[in-house]
């Protein structure tokens, strides 16, 4: 018997796993916050600069997916997840995270918005409705999975600064791979 995941499930997983990794940080800013000592305000500007990078991908990248098709963007922006994921996984201070977290950034707001275009070209014609409502659950998922996995990792497992980004890392590489092998 042959297994066999369509192209909207694929993208629809990308998607998940790339917001996921977005999220996935929040019930950790405490730990972070003990470990290194840091203020309140040191938290808020980790988050801010990483809402800079995301909104700076979708002013100066959110076409992109139109010129460059939506395959190769999502396959760009999971690479940067990963790469940021890596990058906070490593980080030994502030300024360390902070790089980490615009890749993360900048990654999220490629991933959203080529997986919609994704979603919509692989959807049948004049379910737009559906597609809109698919996504936002999508997205919405994500987000909730996030902090879900990251808070539960964060609490009862050895490293948790390390080892909470080990699941984005190997379901973004399988994420990847998917992508890779689509048959569009």
Request: aromatic share 10%; proline share 4%; charged share 10%.
């Amino acid at each position: 018997m042959k297994f066999k995941v369509s192209p909207f499930m694929w993208v629809s997983f990308a998607m998940i796993v790339g917001v996921m990794g977005t999220a996935l940080i929040s019930p950790l800013y405490a730990l972070y916050k003990e470990t290194w000592q840091l203020q309140a305000s040191d938290i808020s500007l980790i988050y801010v600069i990483y809402m800079g990078g995301a909104l700076c991908s979708l002013l100066f990248l959110g076409r992109l997916p139109d010129r460059a098709g939506f395959r190769k963007v999502m396959q760009g922006g999971l690479v940067l997840a990963l790469i940021g994921t890596l990058i906070s996984m490593c980080a030994w201070n502030m300024p360390s995270l902070i790089v980490g977290r615009v890749f993360v950034g900048i990654a999220s707001s490629m991933l959203t918005t080529s997986a919609t275009l994704g979603l919509s070209l692989l959807s049948r014609p004049g379910q737009m409705q559906r597609v809109a409502m698919v996504t936002g659950f999508l997205i919405a998922f994500g987000f909730g999975l996030g902090p879900l996995v990251g808070g539960i990792m964060g609490q009862w497992v050895a490293y948790p600064l390390v080892t909470t980004y080990i699941p984005t890392l190997l379901l973004g590489s399988l994420g990847l791979f998917a992508l890779t092998r689509l048959e569009l």
